[in-house]
């Protein structure tokens, strides 16, 4: 058959290239070794300027309270809120608690006294976030009732009990390196075949079209299959995690992306002329589908007209179904929604890469 000698070409010119072999095989190792300690969105190590006017044994305790803390850093008292504010003029604070005078007087008449917090706000998150911890320290220390409250509450965690980062990050992880091998490598194939010249010849060869998109497009589905395995691998060998649903339910989401992405890349390549308008192309529609897509920020926090276009964002849909059955553990109804949605997406891009690459033949 054609497409064999079409394949075992497509395989030879991988071989012979030992830069890509490495990076098929090192890019994922480094990112999933790396990232899931880097790519952590948690608010920790709030640096804590602390002004005590009070000097009691109230206003002591407050301060032990917050040393304990395992979200601050601790970087001392200051003598005044003038000197505290230098510290965050030269982002060496992030906050600033300024305890007054009176201030365990005023809690013993039942009095609530007047505690101020300057937060460095330039990082709008961690100013908010590290203002809300503290706040809730402060309350607690002021208010007893407060206090009795909270011990009362029950919480339960579902699906991630210890609250890992790490178990939410590895499959958007997964998905960044599904996205940029089988969609920047296919995007080059051909474009560098242009530039060297060598398709000339198989556009002169009886070969149809859909044979050659095929035969393009097979081996980076499976470095898409092989990266996602060594996923696996890497997330169960050095953090202990494992999906907790299907693994084929996880790979055949992995298929479809990987289709889609080796096509939109083909797509690419068939209407570039050099390297660089391909990798300019894509490195766009890369950084859109990534930030539009809730691997790292939840989609319903953006704003409407955002979460509108999302519904043409085929990230979307891959690393909600990756989340469902790889943290969850959901069945494959849960995700039929999004193997729909990813399907159509491939049809509709495949058909798009065999009909825009130009034949002479």
């Known amino acids: 058959m054609i497409i064999k000698y079409l394949l075992r070409k497509e395989i030879l010119q991988i071989k012979r290239n030992p830069f890509l072999l490495r990076l098929i095989f090192m890019y994922p190792i480094i990112i999933m070794c790396v990232m899931p300690w880097v790519a952590n969105m948690e608010v920790k190590n709030v640096v804590v300027d602390i002004v005590d006017n009070d000097h009691s044994t109230t206003s002591s305790q407050l301060i032990h309270r917050i040393e304990a803390s395992n979200y601050f850093i601790f970087n001392g008292q200051k003598s005044s809120y003038n000197e505290a504010l230098k510290d965050i003029e030269k982002s060496n604070a992030d906050l600033v608690l300024v305890i007054p005078k009176d201030y365990e007087k005023n809690i013993v008449n039942g009095k609530k006294p007047q505690v101020l917090i300057a937060a460095n706000a330039v990082n709008g998150t961690k100013g908010a976030m590290g203002t809300a911890y503290i706040t809730q320290i402060v309350t607690a220390n002021t208010n007893s009732d407060l206090s009795s409250l909270t011990s009362k509450m029950s919480v339960f965690y579902l699906h991630n009990r210890s609250l890992n980062y790490k178990l939410y990050m590895i499959p958007a992880l997964m998905a960044l390196l599904v996205m940029m091998l089988c969609g920047f490598l296919p995007a080059l194939n051909i474009v560098s075949e242009k530039e060297v010249g060598t398709i000339e010849q198989i556009n002169v060869t009886p070969v149809k079209k859909w044979t050659f998109i095929l035969a393009k497009l097979t081996p980076y589905w499976m470095i898409g299959i092989i990266v996602m395995m ?132």
Do not use: D
């Open 230 to 361: 060594v996923c696996f691998l890497l997330a169960w060998a050095i953090y202990g995690i494992t999906s907790q649903g299907n693994l084929l339910y996880v790979v055949f989401t992995t298929l479809l992306m990987s289709l889609f992405f080796s096509s939109v890349g083909l797509i690419i390549s068939n209407y570039s002329h050099t390297m660089q308008q391909a990798i300019f192309v894509m490195w766009f529609l890369v950084v859109c589908m990534i930030l539009l897509s809730g691997l790292f920020t939840p989609v319903r926090s953006m704003p409407q007209w955002a979460q509108r276009i999302n519904f043409f964002n085929p990230m979307v849909y891959y690393v909600n179904s990756l989340r469902t059955i790889f943290i969850r553990g959901g069945a494959f109804v849960s995700i039929i929604r999004e193997v729909c949605v990813l399907s159509a997406f491939v049809l509709v891009t495949g058909s798009w890469a065999v009909l825009s690459y130009k034949k002479n033949s």
